[in-house]
Each structure stands twice: as C-alpha cells, then as structure tokens.
T-cell receptor
Framework: GNSVTQMEGPVTLSEEAFLTINCTYTATGYPSLFWYVQYPGEGLQLLLKATKADDKGSNKGFEATYRKETTSFHLEKGSVQVSDSAVYFCALRRDDKIIFGKGTRLHILP | DVKVTQSSRYLVKRTGEKVFLECVQDMDHENMFWYRQDPGLGLRLIYFSYDVKMKEKGDIPEGYSVSREKKERFSLILESASTNQTSMYLC????????????FGAGTRLSVL
C-alpha cells in the first residue's frame, strides 16, 4: 500500500546549521509529494510540493527534490533559524486524500 | 486567504458524553477531512467528505461519526466519548482534483476524563 516514512525526531540543531530531514515513500504510480509544517499551537500548512519526478519544491529557504529512483523526498535547508522550530510532515497524495508521515520535531537553538 | 475555523481550541469532556467538534471553511471547498494527531502516530484520517451529505470512512472511524449538512461545515461527533479519544483533532479542506492542497484549522485539543 501507500505509505510515508520519515526520520524520527526530535532533531536539535544550532542556528545557521544545515538541515536534512529524510523522507521515503511507497506508492503505486507517481504520486504528488508534499512537506507540511506545524508551528507551535497551529494547524498544518503546506511548505512545499513536487508533482513529478525530478521536480524541486522550494519555499522559505527549504528545498526538496522528488527522486523516483530512490523513492525519496528529503527536506533540506542550508541555514536554519530559531523560527524554523516546528514539526515537519512528509506526505503523498492518494486520490483526493493525503497520507502523512509521523512527523519530525525540529528544535533550533540560538 | 483560505480560512478553516474550528469552534474550540480546548475542550474537556467526561466519559460517556456526546461530543461535537465543528469545522467551517470559507473557500467553497468540496472536500473536508477530520484527522486526529497523537504523539508518535502522526495524523490519522478519521472521516472525510467529498460533498454535502456525503461521507467516507478514513483509517480509524470507529467511535466517531460525521455530519455534513452544508458545504462549508463538517462536524465530527463522538457518540460516547472515551478516554482513548483524548487527542488533538484537526480539520482540513481542499478543492476537488488538481493540486489537492489541504488547508488546516488550528486544531481542537480534546481531553476526555
């Protein structure tokens, strides 16, 4: 079946460090892939997406590339800020529904 | 901007009570969803709806029901609340087809005592 696996957290980094959050998926066909972010006390919001192989989604300094050969969609940012502290969810689309990973909590220390 | 509004941020209920969680969206979206979010389990889909008066079971529908009498409103009902339904509940909406970006409410943290 369709599923998403992402690295477990929490991930703790210092400000300006490089960030990678790994995400791999299992799916039939070529689903659209997403990263959602949940800031403290809020609901989820879309961070970026990619709809086909080799697409790169980007937003707010974050990037992720749709890698069909490795079925991956890793989230990266070159220099994190304290304000990036949140929970990050990798997800894929199945029909009209979204399948989410379990989330990775990110703590950025000043 | 799309707005998805959940009626309560925090709710405390007793075991056996009937609980209603309300969600309203203002962007004329066809699809609406209810999830619960638990530590270590991520988001799990409870129910969803593609249109007024339509509902479909998600992955964990047991102990829940839903109502969609109007396009903008999607209610989650706990017929007889139990302690294992203590959780964060998130509502989302999206357009049908193309893109399927889901827009989320801020969540309702429900405690069942």
């Amino acid at each position: 079946g369709n599923s998403v696996t992402q690295m477990e957290g929490p991930v703790t980094l210092s400000e300006e460090a490089f960030l990678t959050i790994n995400c791999t998926y299992t799916a039939t066909g070529y689903p659209s892939l997403f990263w959602y972010v949940q800031y403290p006390g809020e609901g989820l919001q879309l961070l970026l997406k990619a709809t086909k192989a080799d697409d790169k989604g980007s937003n707010k300094g974050f990037e992720a590339t749709y890698r069909k050969e490795t079925t991956s969609f890793h989230l990266e940012k070159g220099s994190v800020q304290v304000s990036d502290s949140a929970v990050y969810f990798c997800a894929l689309r199945r029909d009209d529904k979204i399948i989410f990973g379990k989330g990775t909590r990110l703590h950025i220390l000043p | 901007d799309v707005k998805v509004t959940q009626s309560s941020r925090y709710l405390v209920k007793r075991t056996g009570e009937k609980v209603f969680l309300e969600c309203v969206q203002d962007m004329d979206h066809e699809n609406m969803f209810w999830y619960r979010q638990d530590p270590g389990l991520g988001l799990r889909l409870i129910y969803f709806s593609y249109d007024v008066k339509m509902k479909e079971k998600g992955d964990i529908p047991e102990g829940y029901s839903v109502s969609r009498e109007k396009k903008e409103r999607f209610s989650l009902i706990l017929e007889s609340a139990s302690t294992n339904q203590t959780s964060m509940y998130l509502c989302a909406s999206s357009l049908q087809g193309g893109g399927n970006i889901q827009y989320f409410g801020a969540g309702t943290r429900l405690s069942v005592l």
